[in-house]
Antibody
């Protein structure tokens, strides 16, 4: 059974860098055909796709956040990481990691439970 | 970027009712449309992928239809646990985008 678990600080100060880790179990982050994604949800609002890293290492980021995002993998720990720089209160959200599977179509079939990150001084 | 417009944003219904939620894309997305269910405080759960393919383990009262720019999620007979929030998601082109959500409420 594939499981994803996000971890990281729950509170980040404005202008600092948000760093989260997603630990994957039951699958390998280098398995072919998967897009390891980050998605966020501000409190009481909808879902926003942040970006993904493909198993090959290629990345694609949401243009609205592109200049501030970095997604990487640590194959030795089977983890996917997200860094978001220069955060503001608008970056306060529950951050989810999810596995994107390509079976004809492409969809998120496994999600972490999410971690709330609050940006505040 | 592709914009996804979901309607209605909220819907009041009763147990046993049949309901339909609609998602419209700002341009054609073929069948690259997925539906998720989200319970309060939980991660979204995949219900339907490729517009009409039921994800394994999802009850058959959920069904999806459509292609191109207009898609529907239908729940044939609402159960108490279905009164939560639903999102559509286009994966036709990056950046991926989601509808704004539809909250199902008990009448």
């Amino acid at each position: 059974q594939v499981q994803l678990q996000e971890s990281g600080p729950g509170l980040v100060k404005p202008s600092q860098t948000l760093s989260l880790t997603c630990t994957v179990s039951g699958d390998s982050v280098t398995s072919g055909g998967y897009y390891w994604s980050w998605i966020r949800q501000p409190p009481g609002k909808g879902l926003e796709w942040i970006g993904y890293i493909y198993y090959s290492g290629s990345t694609y980021y949401n243009p609205s956040l592109k200049s501030r995002i970095s997604i990487s993998v640590d194959t030795s720990k089977n983890q996917v990481s997200l860094k978001l720089t220069s955060v503001t209160a608008a970056d306060t959200a529950v951050y989810y990691c999810a596995r994107g599977s390509m079976v004809g179509n492409y969809f998120f079939d496994y999600w972490g439970q999410g971690t709330l990150v609050t940006v505040s001084a | 970027d592709i914009q996804m417009t979901q309607s209605p944003s909220s819907l009041s219904a009763s147990v046993g009712d049949r309901v339909t939620i609609t998602c419209r894309a700002s341009q054609t997305i073929d069948n690259f449309l997925n539906w998720y269910q989200q319970k309060a405080g939980k991660a979204p759960k995949l219900l339907i992928h490729a517009a009409s393919s039921l994800q394994s383990g999802v009850p058959s009262r959920f069904s999806g239809s459509g292609s191109g720019t207009e898609f529907n999620l239908t729940i044939s007979s609402l159960q108490p646990e279905d009164f939560v929030t639903y999102y559509c998601h286009q994966s036709y082109s990056v950046p991926d985008s989601f509808g704004q959500g539809t909250k199902l409420e008990i009448k």
